[in-house]
């Protein structure tokens, strides 16, 4: 019976020892120092996230030396001065010992953790973390350096040395922490390690896994110091022990034998839970009775090692309490509605091919992807039949999962300390009474829960609704290019729409009457006047109608850049010995002009009557470029051109995304290229309800003109550096256009001015995460689909995503920065305008003074103004040279000088989260020790101080 009033002795007497030096002090002082030094690094400013993820990736390697500090005395100090027997011989049991000191241990530990929170309220200056995402964070912090704790003491207890004792700790606490580091082990392994534990914190969860393998290593490391401490004890055991442990060490490597062939869902798990809770429950009534003979313990302590190793395994499933804000690991309400409503009678089943191992940034996926398909086994019950296959490459399970449409991604991994290509498997089939559904691939970026929700939902679902693609040049169902002699596949949006809806190709030759639900037409402008006029007349008779164009599309490597609205078709294949055969003009030019009608909007940026910011008119009839300086992601700023628009609330515009739609509410960051912008007509009857907006701060219009330049061998191309004058308007990307209640046409259209936007690179860039960007691209576009059809079953399941929590503080003063460099560019671009206006006004004089000579013949005359223009032109030439590179001197100039200034409010806010965390225990230290040093004179009486 442990008796508290005795280990609390033994804790309060290590606390005040432990603090009654500076090296207690100097212990959390370092501890924060080095905590903020990780959380603030470089890594931190350029990922723009407000979370703790730079110091949880180094956090258990600073364990392996912060514990060994704390805890290399305990034993050690006792032992060099003695005082070790003289606490054995008090009235006290080992374990009540041991006890004390562990507590005291924690409580120091505790204490500097305490501390380390400042980091945590630097961030939430500096940005908008999310507060339970920071609570569990910590807590895993303290569970891990809790569970290390032991290991310190067992090191502590091997000698009496404190030196030792800190190299031998550090060893001990390196084992759990650098095991992920070896190579070629199994994934299971590799799970029971201190960082994959730690991680699951930092998302926001409470596993209970985890706590268990902490808890596990914790009471392993002071068994072990029970034992050490216990030597004293040792005595011979008899014949009946000696076969005992022997029957344990068989029992051991039968669970051992049991976990290698253990499955999710076999019998195999009752069988090992039975041998491994017989092996526990031996070793702690070993423990119990104190019986620790030296020649038998290390069979003892390695059977309970495998106890605990066998459930930690086995717990891998087990629940988990997510306190994110979004709730993100927990089913939702929709997922549950379809499990729910799934036909028990016809049920419903979904064959998943997984590999066994991964490389490790598939390893977080696929860990999730098995958890959320036993929590869907088991919330479906009987409507839901969940079966895993594990798989090789090369096994015949392989073939039959590529039959089946799963298609195995080449990744790259490190096996065995080789870096090799290989081929992993993460898809899964759906069959249901009505339908099936193929999922290739679960890419990083994949909303698993979506995927398998939808899935469910559609193949138990007899009723589905038709999309039709309109068929135009972009060529969005694929089909064969006669232009360059190839198949062309189906876009991804088109794969997307077919795991939801029946997908038709709809040809406009002729009037549309098939019966579909909505209509999605990519590239209108590419039609000829026959073809438009089938399709005004669908979008005139009021069906739902989803509209994707662009002014410079550059999907396809570029290859869409052929298809612009001011490019005339490309010309057909077919023609005899090989010839090109004309095409038909396109409608209006590729202007749009009847749509745009229809639809009382114009996608032409200005009026002619209206002037730019400098206060030059704009050009009539020509398509505009969108702009926006705005990118809220530091690492790929430099190397981005404006042109690539970032739609985000975070670029000052409130109304970024329409909070009022369903189909873009919620939505946290999109990508567009080159888009174009649509804007309602003054007096219009329509409903004019935007949905996507530009940043208003650094964004503007570029002219077509002037963003494609025809000074090529190779035909027109997009422009390296077009002028960009900011207006400080926030651009409409997109629109949903409706009639009003009253009106006779009711229409219903969503115009979006970006084909790009919903491009096979864009799924590329949303499904693998690439440069770190969780773009809702693909999410808006099925939105937009759901809205148009009546289906918002999925809309709130789709948009269900961790809110994007960046460094908001900074942002705000490198916006004010970026907005001075862009008055300024403008201010060069203006003042490089007016000299050239004015050379070519000394051009025009001079060729104008020899052409209004009267004095001269014609012939002379016409020599001379040859001359004259010559002349006149190289000085022109010559001029603009001249001030092209003076203005692009003058913008790198002021480009370096911002950058120097972003540097520097980095620094500043480095050098809080680095000065600013250890000030608490600094000056706790310092008032401590100064009240100590005057209780040290109280009381005594002046005779007996030293004199000075």
Not at 900 to 916: D, N, P, S, T, Y
Request: some cysteine; charged content about 20%; glycine content about 6%.
């Amino acid at each position: 019976m442990l008796r508290s009033h005795v280990t609390l002795a033994v804790f309060k007497r290590n606390v005040a020892s432990y603090f009654s030096g500076v090296l207690g002090y100097l212990f959390i002082i370092v501890f924060v120092i080095a905590g903020s030094l990780l959380a603030f690094r470089s890594e931190f400013f350029a990922s723009n996230q407000a979370n703790l993820d730079p110091l949880t990736e180094w956090y258990p390697l600073l364990l392996v030396f912060i514990i060994p500090a704390v805890t290399m005395t305990a034993w050690s100090d006792e032992r060099k001065l003695g005082t070790d027997e003289l606490l054995f011989t008090l009235p006290a049991t080992d374990v009540e010992i041991l006890l004390g000191k562990f507590f005291a241990v924690v409580a120091v530990y505790t204490t500097a953790l305490l501390f380390s929170i400042t980091l945590s309220l630097v961030i939430a200056w500096l940005g908008d973390p999310d507060p339970w995402q920071i609570a569990t964070t910590y807590l895993g912090y303290w569970l891990a350096g809790v569970a290390l704790i032991g290991a310190g003491l067992f090191a502590s207890a091997l000698t009496n040395n404190a030196t030792v004792a800190f190299v031998l700790g550090a060893l001990f606490c390196a084992a759990p922490v650098g095991l992920e580091l070896l190579p070629g082990l199994p994934d299971w392994v590799r799970d029971l390690t201190i960082g994959e534990q730690l991680r699951y914190f930092t998302l926001g969860l409470i596993p209970l896994s985890s706590v268990l393998y902490f808890l596990s290593l914790a009471g392993f490391m002071l068994y072990l110091n029970v034992v050490m401490i216990g030597r004293r004890h040792w005595r011979t055991e008899s014949a009946a022990t000696l076969v005992l442990d022997a029957l344990l060490w068989v029992a051991v490597l039968v669970v051992a034998a049991l976990l290698i062939l253990y499955r999710p869902g076999s019998t195999w798990t009752t069988v090992a839970m039975a041998a491994f809770a017989a092996i526990t429950f031996y070793s702690v009534f070993a423990l119990l009775l104190g019986s620790f003979p030296g020649r038998h313990f290390a069979t003892r302590i390695t059977a309970l090692a495998i106890a605990l190793i066998s459930v930690n395994y086995i717990a891998q499933g087990a629940p988990r309490l997510d306190l994110t804000q979004e709730r993100l690991y927990t089913l939702s309400e929709t997922t549950h509605n379809i499990l729910k409503n799934v036909d028990r009678k016809t049920p419903v089943t979904i064959q998943a091919y997984l590999s066994p191992q991964v490389p490790e940034q598939y390893a977080d996926i696929h860990r999730r992807l098995i958890g959320l398909l036993r929590e869907i086994d088991q919330e479906g019950g009987t409507g839901v039949d969940v079966q895993i296959s594990t798989i090789t490459p090369s096994s015949e399970d392989a073939v039959l999962a590529q039959q089946a449409g799963i298609v195995p991604r080449a990744a790259q991994s490190e096996r065995g300390g080789k870096i090799t290509i290989e081929d992993i498997f993460m898809g899964a089939l759906v069959q249901g009474p009505y339908a099936e559904v193929i999922i290739p691939f679960f890419d990083v970026g994949t909303s698993i829960e979506y995927e398998l929700t939808r899935s469910i939902g559609t193949v138990s679902n007899a009723e589905r609704a038709t999309i039709g693609i309109l068929t135009t040049d972009a060529k969005v169902t694929g089909g064969f290019d006669m232009q360059n002699f190839r198949q062309l596949p189906e876009w991804r949006i088109v794969q997307e729409l077919k795991k939801q809806y029946k997908v038709e190709e709809i040809l406009p030759d002729h009037a549309i009457d098939e019966d579909i639900d909505v209509l999605i037409a990519i590239l209108p402008s590419s039609l000829t006047q026959p073809q438009m006029e089938h399709f005004l007349a669908y979008v005139r008779s009021g069906k739902p109608t989803l509209i994707f164009d662009d002014p410079l599309p550059v999907f396809g490597r570029g290859q869409g850049f052929q298809m612009a609205p001011l490019n005339p078709k490309p010309s057909q294949g077919g023609g005899m010995m090989g010839m090109q055969q004309p095409s038909e003009p396109k409608a209006d030019g590729g202007r749009l002009t009847g749509l745009m009608h229809l639809l009382q909007s114009a996608w032409e940026g200005h009026d002619p009557s209206e002037t730019d910011p400098l206060g030059q008119p704009y050009a009539a009839g020509e398509n505009f470029i969108v702009f926006d300086g705005f990118n809220p992601h530091p690492e790929i700023a430099s190397v981005v051109r404006p042109e690539l628009i970032f739609v985000s609330p975070k670029s000052g515009t409130a109304g970024a995304f329409n909070p009022e739609s369903p189909v873009t509410s919620d939505l946290q960051e999109l990508m567009a290229w080159f888009a174009g912008t649509i804007r309602p007509r003054q007096n219009s009857p329509l409903d004019f309800k935007p949905l996507l907006r530009t940043g208003s701060k650094q964004s503007g219009l570029i002219d077509w003109d002037e963003a494609v330049t025809s000074q090529s061998f190779f035909g027109p191309q997009i422009a390296e550096n077009p002028p960009m004058v900011i207006d400080s308007d926030a651009h409409v990307i997109a629109a949903h256009i409706t009639s009003k209640a009253d009106a006779a046409d009711k229409l219903n259209v969503i115009f979006v001015a970006d084909v790009d936007l919903i491009s096979d690179d864009i799924f590329r860039i949303q499904e693998q995460q690439l440069y770190d960007m969780r773009i809702d691209n693909v999410t808006f576009v099925l939105n937009a689909v759901d809205e148009l059809a009546g289906n918002k079953e999925y809309i709130a399941l789709r948009k269900r995503r961790a809110k994007l929590r960046t460094l908001t503080e900074i942002e705000a003063q490198k916006d004010v920065f970026n907005q001075n460099l862009n008055q300024q560019i403008q201010a060069a671009e203006k003042e490089a305008k007016d000299r050239q206006g004015i050379a070519q006004k000394t051009f025009d004089d001079a060729v104008a003074k020899v052409e209004n000579d009267e004095s001269l013949d014609r012939r002379t005359k016409q020599q001379l103004i040859r001359l004259a223009r010559q002349d006149a032109q190289n000085v022109l030439d010559e001029e603009t040279r001249d001030i092209e590179r003076d203005k692009e001197r003058e913008v790198e100039l002021m480009r370096d000088a911002t950058n120097r200034r972003v540097a520097a409010i980095e620094l500043k806010a480095w050098l809080m989260g680095v000065l600013l965390p250890p000030l608490p225990a600094i000056l706790l230290m310092f008032v401590v020790l100064g009240i100590r040093l005057m209780n040290e004179t109280t009381g005594v009486s002046p005779d007996r101080l030293v004199k000075r």
